[in-house]
Each structure stands twice: as structure tokens, then as C-alpha cells.
């Protein structure tokens, strides 16, 4: 790797073979999203390592495709706000950021520790580029309403995107949220939902059903589709519909069909991942799996 790496830039960066990666391509930007998940909770002895991967497209595309922002000013007034209300897959959001150079990559191995900035739960505390503070489930939709109302008020023109996981949606807050934002015709406003059909102890049928889902959030006034939330293409044109959506009236939510501890194939659908930590032979099988897929 060039010189100028850090270590831990450089042990997530190798599979590139001393090439700086493109990370304007969402694809690209997925795979370190995950390769950086796996580091990050392999170092901190951390968790939600399903949720990280099965994020790890809807994220890349938000971060490459979608949002206006600019690392070089994270503050910019005009900046669309991008809300994870599925706090606990914050790795795939400080990935990202740290990536797009919002801060150094190498940062990201502090995850979890004392004193990091870098908080287990998504945390806007001192880190450039979060909006806010992520992790009681159910809150981040009714931030989102809230900031997209605002923005109407003002007459702004930026956006406001909400990524929600499908367990979370148990929540009532969610469709509490969910009524305002079509009340007030928050056009501007587009939820993504990270529909990976399982939650924290099982499969979300054998939970709570949610379907018909896409019915629900029409029924609650908005617009609603399903994609696969893998296929950053499909991901892309979904955010496209969302955005000839805005004058419309109603507020878009995105259903992205997704599989939980995607790209590791022990780890997919199978709910130990959700809390369980990857150490040892497991670390180092993971590790081989995302090495073989790197774009």
C-alpha cells in the first residue's frame, strides 16, 4: 500500500492491491462498508454485525448517489439530512463517512472504546456528518418528520432520508411519525426501511408480522415500493422514484429487501449474528469470504 496509509487503512484497503479504492462506486463503498464492519466489531469486541451487512448497499448508495453533503463542510446549511434510526448498525454509517473522508479511516478502529467518539450507537456527538443520536428504536422517524417539516417551513430545499429497520417498526412512534409526516404532506421526506424479515431474537413473522407492508404505509398516506436492497441499480432507481415523488403530496417509503449477515454465508439469516462478536476461526472465515467478493 502507498506510504501514506495508516495500519488499519491499510489492512482494510489490501485486497485493492496498493490502489486507492473508488469509493464514489456504490459497490465498491458496500464492500468496505462491510470489511470495515467486520474489523470494527472484530477489534471492539463489539455487535449487530447482521445488521451492518445487510445495511451495507442502502447505505453506499445513500453515501455515493443521493445525499448532498460535503466532508470538506458537514455543517453546510443547504446539506440533505440522512437519519439511521437503526442506531445499532452505526459502524455502517461511521464506515461510510470515514470513507467519503468526513474523517480519517483510521479513526474507525477506536470504535467502542473508552473514550471514543465513535460510540457502539450511532452518536452525532463530535463526529462530523450525523445529524443525531440513534438507538432507542422507533425515535428516528419522528426526528426525520420533525426536520422535514421544518424545512417546509422554511422553505428549504434540502431533503431528509430516514433508513428504519423492519423490527423497529413494531414500534407505534413509527406510525404515530408515520401519520404526521402524511398530514403535513411532507413530500421531502423518504424512509428506507431495511427490510431484512428477521430482529433481534428471531425471524419478525414469528415476532410481529408486518405484511402487507407496502398496503400499511399506503393505507398511512404515502407512497411505497419494494426493491431489492442489495442491488444498488435497483436502489438507485428506487431513490430516483422517491425523488419525482417530492410535489406530490405524500411522503415515499422505500421497502428494501435485504438478507441479514449478507456476504458471509454463516452469518446469513442466522439470528446469532445480531448480537454475537467475530473472533477467532469465525474472523478469519469471514475475513476470507469478503476478500473473495471484493469488486
Not at 4 to 24: K, N, T
Not at 124 to 137: A, F, Y
Not at 216 to 245: I, P, Q, V, Y
Not at 249 to 271: C, D, R
Request: glycine share 10%.
Amino acid at each position: 500500500m502507498e506510504s501514506s496509509l495508516s495500519s488499519y487503512e491499510s489492512r482494510v484497503h489490501s485486497a485493492f492491491g496498493g490502489i486507492r479504492p473508488d469509493v464514489s462506486d456504490p459497490k465498491v463503498l458496500a464492500w468496505l462498508i462491510r470489511r470495515n464492519g467486520l474489523e470494527m466489531t472484530h477489534l471492539s469486541r463489539g455487535s449487530h454485525i447482521g445488521s451492518i451487512f445487510s445495511a451495507a448497499e442502502i447505505i453506499a448508495v445513500l453515501y455515493t448517489s443521493v445525499l448532498r453533503v460535503d466532508p470538506e463542510n458537514p455543517a453546510w446549511p443547504e446539506r440533505d439530512r440522512m437519519i439511521l434510526s437503526k442506531g445499532h448498525a452505526g459502524s455502517a454509517v461511521y464506515s461510510a463517512l470515514a470513507e467519503r473522508g468526513f474523517f480519517p479511516v483510521e479513526e474507525l478502529k477506536t470504535h467502542y472504546q473508552d473514550g471514543s467518539r465513535l460510540s457502539g450507537h450511532v452518536s452525532h456527538r463530535g463526529v462530523p456528518g450525523v445529524e443525531v443520536s440513534t438507538g432507542s428504536l422507533g425515535h428516528g422517524l419522528a426526528i426525520g418528520a420533525g426536520l422535514a417539516l421544518g424545512a417546509k417551513m422554511d422553505g428549504a430545499s434540502w431533503r431528509t432520508f430516514v433508513v428504519l429497520g423492519d423490527g423497529e417498526c413494531d414500534e407505534g412512534e413509527v406510525w404515530e411519525s408515520a401519520l404526521q409526516a402524511a398530514q403535513f404532506g411532507l413530500d421531502r421526506l423518504t424512509a428506507v426501511v431495511d427490510y431484512n424479515h428477521m430482529q433481534s431474537l428471531d425471524f419478525v413473522d414469528r415476532t410481529l408480522r408486518l405484511e402487507p407492508f407496502e398496503a400499511k404505509w399506503r393505507d398511512f398516506g404515502w407512497n411505497a415500493m419494494s426493491c431489492d436492497g442489495h442491488d444498488t441499480e435497483a436502489l438507485k432507481d428506487a431513490f430516483a422514484w422517491a425523488r419525482k415523488n417530492e410535489g406530490s403530496g405524500k411522503p415515499s417509503v422505500i421497502l428494501a429487501h435485504t438478507v441479514k449477515g449478507k456476504g458471509v454465508s454463516f452469518m446469513e439469516n442466522n439470528i446469532l449474528w445480531h448480537y454475537r462478536t467475530p473472533q477467532g476461526e469465525e474472523y478469519e472465515a469471514a475475513l476470507k469470504e469478503l476478500e473473495a467478493q471484493r469488486p
